[in-house]
């Protein structure tokens, strides 16, 4: 009954590689999100989608490519990998309109790049 | 200016002691505010919302002041299970869109 799941849990890979991770909720959130915790464990958001459409994309690389099947599906594809990428991503999913505000966060996905 | 600013800490308090940390932010258009506790290797979990007249979860207060633009998180009575990084989070005026501090660490030690 994992309200946010993610795929894989951790990732190894090379430079220069193309990977993705994989984000799944079934609280019925019509928005999800992804996050990129660093090495400084500070939390910063990347992209976030409702309804399958793209509603915040922030200072990020071409390189990452978001993706939305469904409401309850959001992929993150990373091309060309750089040392830099190495990080924790987190998917998080919320009810936009909801008095709470609260997002739920998936377990991570702790990715290094070698 | 990061938005969001946070003593990263840690603090150490005993068991049972009361400790006290802030947070300031630096958009007077911010609305919403929060305190999401994170745990080490783990996701982020809400802890309480805040509120314009401070509110209470048992042991944890939050309090927020808009003249200044910061909030604060009181825990008493500390348990060693309140070991963790504290985030401040604030929510902009338009969207969902959640904006993280770096973190407070707390540490209870008995």
């Known amino acids: 009954d994992t309200a946010v799941s993610q795929t894989p849990k951790y990732l190894v890979t090379q430079m220069g590689n193309d990977k993705s991770i994989k984000c799944e909720q079934n609280?019925?959130?019509?928005?999800m999100y992804w996050y990129k915790q660093d090495s400084k464990k500070f939390l910063k958001i990347m992209f976030s989608y409702n309804n399958k459409e793209l509603i915040i994309n922030e200072t990020v690389p071409n390189r990452f490519s978001p993706k939305s099947p469904d409401k309850a599906h959001l992929n993150l594809h990373i091309n060309s990998l750089e040392l830099g990428d190495s990080a924790v991503y987190f998917c998080a999913s919320s009810q936009v309109g909801a008095a709470s505000y609260e997002q739920y966060f998936g377990p991570g996905t702790r990715l290094t790049v070698t | 200016r990061k938005e969001v600013e946070q003593d990263p800490g840690p603090f150490n308090v005993p068991e049972g002691a009361t400790v006290a940390f802030n947070c300031t932010y630096s958009n007077s258009a911010s609305q919403s505010f929060f305190w999401y506790r994170q745990d080490c290797r783990k996701e982020p979990k809400l802890l309480m919302s805040v509120y314009s007249s401070g509110n209470e979860d048992g042991r944890f207060t939050a309090q927020l002041n808009r003249a200044s633009q910061y909030i604060s998180l009181l825990i008493r009575d500390s348990k060693l299970s309140d070991s963790a990084t504290y985030l401040c989070?604030?929510?902009?005026?338009?969207?969902?869109?959640?904006?993280f501090g770096g973190g407070t660490r707390v540490l209870v030690k008995p």
């Open positions: 989070v604030v929510n902009k005026a338009a969207g969902n869109k959640l904006t």
């Open positions: 609280l019925g959130h019509d928005t």
